[in-house]
């Protein structure tokens, strides 16, 4: 089979430096990579492309040039980077070749213990035929993902619009690579449009799609910093650089919305598709939930297929999950002489929790770490300046987490992709955040997730969450340590626990395998849940509502010791841990644990 035209020398020559650098990306993904991070820019140290296989690390330096050879500048700078990145594999990349002192300093470093493989322009031609025409092993089809698949080509046929609602880790983008992969083996001449709302975003699309498309597909970025010689095949691409080319005359075949939650009544989504009459599109989202209540069934029709978080946990297609709920430090004694007054969210939050210190999270977080085998954290944090400062906590109580690192919107791309192939590694296996991870990031070895901050979205919470729901070998269920202190979160996460508990009956599974959603101490969480169950929409409500607390509370707690009954609201230091499996509610109002009771 011939090389891609993109590897062609012609192809290499015209896409610059940033050109060779993606077509290198591509051509290591089906040479069975399992991690690629372009890290070009200053400060790399050498490095162009960090890349992951077999759990070694590669480092690879690209040197573009448009006749002349490379001298031995670029082999002391894969040197460099060769030591930095603490690789165990070094490659020179040129789409031209090395003049002969680069040669001899090649061969130096060889006879001192450093193999720096060189890849010139004939070898890359060599490279790019014998490949493999799509990359191996990646993103195995699944069956509900086969019938996602179907459900969108029928109503694209039939309505020529569609939406995808899959939860995060269940692989949205995955589906949608195949629905245009189809397209494109019954069209191989078909334009495909896929549009998001980041450059980012885009760049990390049009790196998805390489998993599903033949070697001989093009693709392109359309971005305000990047603008291809042609849009032919697959261009990701933003809503404003996408509206401009279609402005200039460009017409695609098939249009994917990604993230289409962000499709809203007015928006530029909107404009542009009134552009494209008659060009069929569809969207794909994690999180079809706006603050607007706009529907999103008027742009894209009722949803081709949608499977929830839930589902997805209870089918066994996410992680399990084992979460616990940190809210014995209630204020208990406030809430017990004051249960008559109907108190708002914002007052509940000041008076109902007491602020957790950071050691008492630093001691809860290292417990989970050092029952955890191979343990990838990442802890979500309140702001910037919280991240960093938590980072610097980690890094002086624990040897092992030396190399916690805060992950943020104020971190250079660089050091974003350094940070998350070091993650990968093991090497910088804590990493603390704000937002940044909330969307199109791919950690799938993460397995414990810590929450430190309020985020009042219910959107947010389940991209977060998701962050770790993907499954990984050796990862046996992700570890949650949610430290938030609002009702409204308690809210959305007993509103998941039920989900969760529904869809395990629903689908008739064992629930004795079932991901556990728990709390620090049980009786406390025995009320929230009987109390919050009725509170219409509380998780979505303000500050500002209020809610009337149960006026006549009596929680009693069996003591292990004798036998008797203590009422439980005089303590609430306890330990155990509350079993939802074990509740029962009685016709006269009773909530049965063992070893708990709570009338209301």
């Keep these: 089979m011939s090389a891609p035209a993109w590897l062609s020398d012609s192809a290499l020559r015209s896409g610059g430096p940033v050109g060779l650098v993606k077509a290198i990306e591509r051509v290591l993904w089906h040479l069975r990579f399992s991690d690629v991070r372009a890290i070009d820019g200053a400060g790399d140290r050498g490095a162009d492309i960090l890349a992951v296989r077999n759990n070694e690390e590669w480092v690879i330096q690209c040197k573009w040039s448009l006749n002349g050879a490379i001298d031995a500048a670029g082999v002391n700078e894969v040197n460099e980077a060769f030591a930095y990145y603490r690789a165990e594999r070094a490659v020179l990349v040129t789409n031209t070749d090395l003049t002969r002192p680069a040669r001899a300093r090649a061969e130096e470093l060889k006879r001192l213990g450093l193999k720096i493989d060189v890849w010139n322009g004939a070898s890359l031609e060599a490279i790019g035929s014998a490949m493999f025409d799509r990359v191996p092993n990646r993103h195995d089809v699944r069956d509900y993902q086969k019938t996602a698949v179907e459900a969108i080509e029928r109503d694209l046929g039939n309505n020529q619009k569609a939406l995808l609602v899959l939860a995060t880790g269940l692989g949205k983008t995955v589906v949608g690579g195949y629905v245009i992969s189809s397209l494109l083996n019954r069209n191989p001449g078909a334009r495909i449009l896929i549009l998001s709302h980041l450059k980012e975003l885009s760049a990390q699309l049009e790196r998805a799609m390489w998993y599903h498309l033949s070697k001989k597909v093009h693709t392109n970025l359309l971005t305000g910093e990047a603008t291809p010689a042609n849009f032919d095949g697959v261009l990701a691409a933003t809503i404003e650089s996408a509206?401009?080319?279609?402005?200039?005359?460009?017409?695609?075949?098939?249009?994917?919305?990604?993230?289409?939650?962000?499709?809203?009544?007015?928006?530029?989504?909107?404009?542009?598709?009134?552009?494209?009459?008659?060009?069929?599109?569809?969207?794909?989202?994690?999180?079809?939930?706006?603050?607007?209540?706009?529907?999103?069934?008027?742009?894209?029709?009722?949803?081709?297929?949608?499977?929830?978080?839930?589902?997805?946990?209870?089918?066994?297609?996410?992680?399990?999950?084992?979460?616990?709920?940190?809210?014995?430090?209630?204020?208990?004694?406030?809430?017990?002489?004051?249960?008559?007054?109907?108190?708002?969210?914002?007052?509940?939050?000041?008076?109902?929790?007491?602020?957790?210190?950071?050691?008492?999270?630093?001691?809860?977080?290292?417990?989970?770490?050092?029952?955890?085998?191979?343990?990838?954290?990442?802890?979500?944090?309140?702001?910037?300046?919280?991240?960093?400062?938590?980072?610097?906590?980690?890094?002086?109580?624990?040897?092992?987490?030396?190399?916690?690192?805060?992950?943020?919107?104020?971190?250079?791309?660089?050091?974003?992709?350094?940070?998350?192939?070091?993650?990968?590694?093991?090497?910088?296996?804590?990493?603390?955040?704000?937002?940044?991870?909330?969307?199109?990031?791919?950690?799938?070895?993460?397995?414990?997730?810590?929450?430190?901050?309020?985020?009042?979205?219910?959107?947010?919470?389940?991209?977060?969450?998701?962050?770790?729901?993907?499954?990984?070998?050796?990862?046996?269920?992700?570890?949650?340590?949610?430290?938030?202190?609002?009702?409204?979160?308690?809210?959305?996460?007993?509103?998941?626990?039920?989900?969760?508990?529904?869809?395990?009956?629903?689908?008739?599974?064992?629930?004795?395998?079932?991901?556990?959603?728990?709390?620090?101490?049980?009786?406390?969480?025995?009320?929230?849940?009987?109390?919050?169950?009725?509170?219409?929409?509380?998780?979505?409500?303000?500050?500002?509502?209020?809610?009337?607390?149960?006026?006549?509370?009596?929680?009693?707690?069996?003591?292990?010791?004798?036998?008797?009954?203590?009422?439980?609201?005089?303590?609430?230091?306890?330990?155990?841990?509350?079993?939802?499996?074990?509740?029962?509610?009685?016709?006269?109002?009773?909530?049965?644990?063992?070893?708990?009771?709570?009338?209301?």
Excluded at 269 to 282: Q, S
Excluded at 423 to 438: E, H, M, Q, S
Aim: a negative charge; hydrophobic letters at 40%; one cysteine or more.
């Design 243 to 600: 509206l401009g080319a279609i402005h200039e005359g460009y017409l695609p075949h098939l249009i994917m919305i990604d993230e289409a939650h962000h499709v809203g009544e007015n928006s530029r989504y909107r404009e542009l598709l009134d552009l494209v009459p008659g060009v069929p599109y569809f969207g794909v989202t994690a999180t079809p939930w706006r603050g607007d209540e706009f529907d999103l069934s008027s742009v894209f029709g009722e949803a081709s297929y949608k499977m929830g978080i839930a589902e997805g946990m209870a089918r066994g297609w996410l992680s399990e999950v084992d979460y616990r709920m940190y809210v014995d430090d209630i204020d208990w004694e406030l809430v017990r002489s004051e249960s008559e007054n109907g108190y708002s969210i914002g007052e509940l939050n000041s008076r109902l929790f007491l602020p957790q210190r950071d050691a008492r999270i630093l001691d809860e977080l290292r417990n989970v770490w050092m029952s955890t085998i191979e343990p990838r954290a990442i802890v979500f944090c309140r702001t910037i300046a919280h991240a960093e400062e938590f980072a610097r906590l980690l890094r002086q109580n624990n040897p092992e987490w030396n190399n916690a690192s805060a992950l943020h919107s104020g971190v250079s791309s660089l050091r974003r992709n350094i940070l998350l192939n070091q993650f990968k590694l093991g090497r910088a296996p804590i990493l603390t955040c704000v937002d940044v991870l909330n969307e199109g990031v791919d950690v799938p070895d993460v397995n414990i997730i810590a929450f430190l901050r309020v985020t009042h979205s219910r959107r947010i919470f389940v991209q977060q969450l998701g962050r770790g729901l993907r499954l990984a070998p050796n990862k046996h269920r992700l570890k949650v340590l949610d430290f938030v202190t609002d009702v409204r979160r308690v809210a959305a996460t007993l509103k998941l626990r039920r989900e969760i508990d529904g869809e395990t009956e629903r689908l008739n599974l064992n629930p004795a395998v079932a991901s556990e959603i728990t709390f620090s101490d049980r009786t406390i969480g025995t009320l929230l849940d009987h109390w919050l169950k009725d509170a219409a929409d509380v998780e979505y409500s303000g500050e500002d509502v209020r809610l009337q607390f149960p006026p006549e509370l009596r929680c009693e707690r069996k003591d292990s010791s004798d036998g008797h009954w203590e009422d439980a609201s005089k303590s609430s230091r306890g330990r155990v841990t509350y079993d939802p499996s074990s509740c029962s509610r009685s016709g006269l109002g009773g909530l049965n644990l063992r070893g708990a009771l709570c009338y209301l």
